[in-house]
């Protein structure tokens, strides 16, 4: 075989494992020097909070706002296995203000 058909061998099998190949979880790692526990299914921390803070015209705004805010970074820190707030635990939001500008605030503690 010559040295190009060779080559396209190669590069052929190395695509076809890179397609095979599972995902990799997005986790830094950092989330490991935190008290962690199992809690329905998922695996969080026990009592390290994140928080974020949004605004928008709407309560509605402001929460998506803040939830961006809280998940960001949370990726940040611990990548974006830890960071879905859907999935965090001991969620609080506040929110004040009134229609044209609300303010919330979020906490939780990050799960996976």
């Known amino acids: 075989?010559?040295?190009?058909?060779?080559?396209?061998?190669?590069?052929?099998?190395?695509?076809?494992?890179?397609?095979?190949?599972?995902?990799?979880?997005?986790?830094?790692?950092?989330a490991y020097m935190h008290d962690l526990r199992r809690e329905g299914g998922k695996t969080c921390f026990t009592d390290h909070y994140h928080y974020g803070n949004g605004s928008g015209a709407t309560k509605a705004a402001a929460q998506k706002d803040?939830?961006?805010?809280?998940?960001?970074?949370?990726?940040?820190?611990?990548?974006?296995?830890?960071?879905?707030?859907?999935r965090a635990a001991s969620k609080s939001i506040s929110c004040s203000g009134s229609a044209g500008s609300v303010s919330c605030q979020i906490e939780a503690r990050p799960c996976k």
């Not at 076809?16 to 790692?29: E, K, Q």
């Open 1 to 30: 075989m010559s040295a190009i058909g060779i080559l396209k061998t190669s590069a052929a099998a190395a695509l076809m494992a890179a397609l095979a190949a599972p995902a990799v979880a997005d986790d830094t790692g950092f």
């Open 66 to 86: 803040a939830i961006g805010s809280w998940a960001s970074f949370t990726d940040f820190e611990y990548g974006s296995d830890w960071a879905r707030f859907s």
